[in-house]
């Protein structure tokens, strides 16, 4: 399924199918073929099982845009604490998180995938004491994957775009790119995700299709997650932002709250729809 001269996909965790010919079943169901693959619960599996499911997504033909990574100990009570808790800023647990998403890249390798997307964590500001710290953590990462040729993709989120945009230009690597969410920007209060592509366009290599609505406390209380279509992302606006600025890869629906996720995937490809028709 192509939108507006984007391959439409589906965050394979949005649905919480349970195994690949699940996830092939629902994606078939939907008129989908490509998806964004979660590499954690691969990577727990023997290697037997890990290939047999491999196997079903491409018996199936389904293409995958992108692996991503998370991190157990993550904790998203609130944003203050996964300020604290996520991707490679806890000290204590900085070498166990790099040699995951070290295996996640060998994984994706493997499996021919060139992106790898995953929440670095907060990046304080540019003059901030543990700023050169998350710089070489990112970097190192990012060396690391290189030597497979996989690319790194940053989710935004908790900065504002043209913080990221620093950090982008102050990490000595060239793989490290961005997943663009546009709820995210609203969820954590980090700014307009409109004006947001416009000023990391270039950097672009991977969408999520989210929305959200603004907290009545921006920045210290969470935003709330809402269906595509019904927050305060607008999809018109996005897609003719993306086009701007020269976006033409795919865009992955991602779900992350509701007890009908299969249905919000359902309505996102409807508004997605309805956005892209009426110009």
């Given at each position: 399924?192509r939108?507006a001269g984007?391959?439409i996909?589906?965050?394979?965790?949005?649905?919480?199918a349970?195994?690949?010919?699940?996830?092939?079943?629902?994606?078939?169901s939907?008129?989908l073929s490509?998806?964004?693959?979660?590499?954690g619960?691969?990577?727990?599996m023997?290697?037997?099982s890990?290939?047999?499911e491999?196997?079903?997504?491409g018996?199936?033909?389904i293409?995958?845009t992108a692996g991503?990574i998370?991190?157990?100990?993550?904790?998203?009570s609130?944003?203050?604490?996964?300020?604290?808790?996520?991707?490679f800023v806890?000290?204590?647990?900085?070498?166990q998180?790099?040699?995951?998403?070290?295996?996640?890249?060998r994984?994706?390798?493997e499996?021919?995938?060139?992106?790898?997307s995953?929440?670095?964590?907060?990046?304080?500001?540019?003059n901030?004491?543990k700023?050169p710290?998350i710089?070489?953590?990112?970097?190192?990462v990012?060396r690391?994957?290189?030597?497979?040729d996989?690319m790194?993709?940053?989710?935004t989120?908790?900065?504002?775009a043209?913080?990221?945009?620093q950090f982008?230009?102050?990490?000595?690597?060239?793989?490290?790119k961005?997943?663009?969410?546009?709820?995210?920007m609203?969820?954590?209060?980090?700014?307009?995700?409109?004006e947001?592509?416009?000023i990391?366009g270039?950097?672009?290599?991977h969408?999520?299709?989210?929305?959200?609505?603004?907290s009545d406390?921006?920045?210290?209380?969470?935003?709330?997650?809402?269906p595509?279509?019904?927050?305060?992302v607008?999809a018109?606006?996005?897609l003719?932002?993306l086009?701007?600025?020269?976006?033409?890869?795919?865009?992955?629906?991602?779900r992350?709250?509701g007890?009908?996720?299969a249905?919000d995937?359902?309505q996102?490809?409807?508004?997605?729809?309805?956005?892209?028709e009426?110009?």
């Open positions: 399924m939108i984007h391959d996909a589906v965050c394979d965790w949005s649905l919480r349970g195994d690949a010919a699940a996830t092939v079943q629902l994606l078939g939907m008129g490509w998806m964004q693959l979660g590499l619960r691969l990577l727990e023997d290697e037997a890990r290939q047999e491999i196997a079903v997504l018996r199936a033909g293409g995958i991503m998370g991190f157990a100990g993550e904790d998203y609130t944003i203050a604490m996964i300020r604290q808790t996520g991707g806890p000290d204590e647990l900085w070498e998180r790099q040699q995951l998403t070290i295996r996640a890249g994984l994706a390798r499996i021919r995938v060139g992106m790898l995953t929440h670095v964590g907060f990046i304080p500001p540019s901030h004491q700023y710290a710089v070489s953590r990112v970097a190192e990012a690391r994957l290189g030597e497979m996989v790194l993709l940053m989710e989120g908790q900065e504002k043209e913080e990221l945009l982008l230009n102050d990490v000595p690597a060239s793989n490290v961005i997943n663009f969410d546009p709820a995210n609203i969820l954590y209060g980090a700014g307009d995700p409109i947001a592509v416009r990391l270039r950097h672009i290599r969408v999520h299709v989210k929305d959200a609505k603004l406390q921006p920045g210290v209380k969470w935003g709330e997650e809402v595509f279509g019904t927050g305060q607008n018109k606006a996005l003719r932002v086009a701007e600025v020269g976006y033409d890869g795919p865009l992955a629906i991602e992350e709250a007890d009908d996720r249905g995937v359902q996102a490809i409807a508004a997605l729809r309805a956005a892209a009426g110009g």
